[in-house]
């Protein structure tokens, strides 16, 4: 088999130069990285699923070897970045898979771009509203407050705001050392205020949910809003596993995402 390694650059809408890789032929499968990473967060599973499928990858602008970019920093924009990736390289029945901000990546695509290049979706770890309000009890609580405890956190010392983040994922330590403080702040400030909740129900592909077991709960109980919200979902839920489900359940998420291919 012919396999490809590309690791170029390619201009979104807006005139900006964004990164992205490529290796391997075959189903393309487009791996979406979150908030304050790069798409070597994909490292271990690309080199997994690149023997047998197409694998791509982009660093979201503002991070990684995207990180010059300081204009449009939103996840509309992303969204149309992916739209002129998958342009680009003439793509379709494309699986995407995101992983935290980048699910909310996908939701937003599917809102602009409708699903008609797409085969399936992948969300990992992710909810459709980030914020807890009186109707909505999943999420995380204080409102959009919690914006302002990050922009305090992040011009208090920066080196600890560091060290916090790299105890939850090592890996992250590389990235956000390199990355503007601003843009941190900026795709935070997006993550508190998307809503994707009616466009579930909306999604009219396969979709593979997988998400973390909640601390001293049987099941997670966002994985049956999935369940019942999504015309048709396959949910799979990982006990003792971190947010990086991914790389913590390394094998279980592989076998897992193979699966959920080999059935679409």
């Known amino acids: 088999m012919l396999i490809r390694k590309k690791m ?3 201009t979104a809408d807006d005139g900006e130069r964004i990164y992205y890789s490529e290796v391997g032929t075959g189903q393309p499968l487009l791996f979406i990285h979150g908030w304050m990473s790069d798409s070597l967060d994909f490292k271990s599973n690309i080199t997994y699923f690149s023997k047998n499928y197409h694998c791509l990858t982009l660093d979201i602008r503002g991070h990684g070897l995207s990180r010059q970019i300081d204009t449009n920093l939103n996840l509309n924009q ?3 970045d992916v739209q002129a990736l998958i342009l680009r ?3 379709d029945s494309i699986i995407m898979i995101g992983h935290s901000m980048g699910a909310v990546v996908i939701f937003s695509y599917i809102f602009q771009f409708k ?11 992710q909810l459709p509203k980030l914020l807890k309000d009186k109707q909505w009890d999943f999420g995380v609580e204080g409102g959009i407050e919690i914006i302002q405890k990050l922009k305090q956190s992040l011009n208090n010392d920066f080196s600890i705001f560091v060290e916090n983040v790299a105890k939850q994922n090592s890996s992250m330590e590389r990235t956000i050392r390199v990355m503007d403080r601003e843009t941190i702040l ?22 593979l949910c997988m998400l973390k077991s909640e601390t001293n709960l049987p099941l997670n109980p966002l994985g049956k809003w999935y369940q019942n919200n999504l015309p048709n979902c396959t949910y799979i839920e990982f006990p003792e596993s971190g947010h990086w489900i991914f790389k913590d359940k390394e094998d279980k998420f592989n076998l897992s995402l193979e699966t959920f291919i080999h059935q679409l």
């Open 89 to 91: 390289l003439n793509l």
């Open 8 to 10: 170029p650059y390619f």
């Open 78 to 80: 992303v969204a149309r």
């Open 115 to 125: 699903t008609h290049l797409l085969k399936g979706i992948c969300i990992i770890d």
């Open 186 to 207: 900026t795709f935070f400030r997006e993550l508190c205020t998307y809503d994707y909740r009616t466009l579930i129900s909306e999604i009219d592909i396969p979709v």
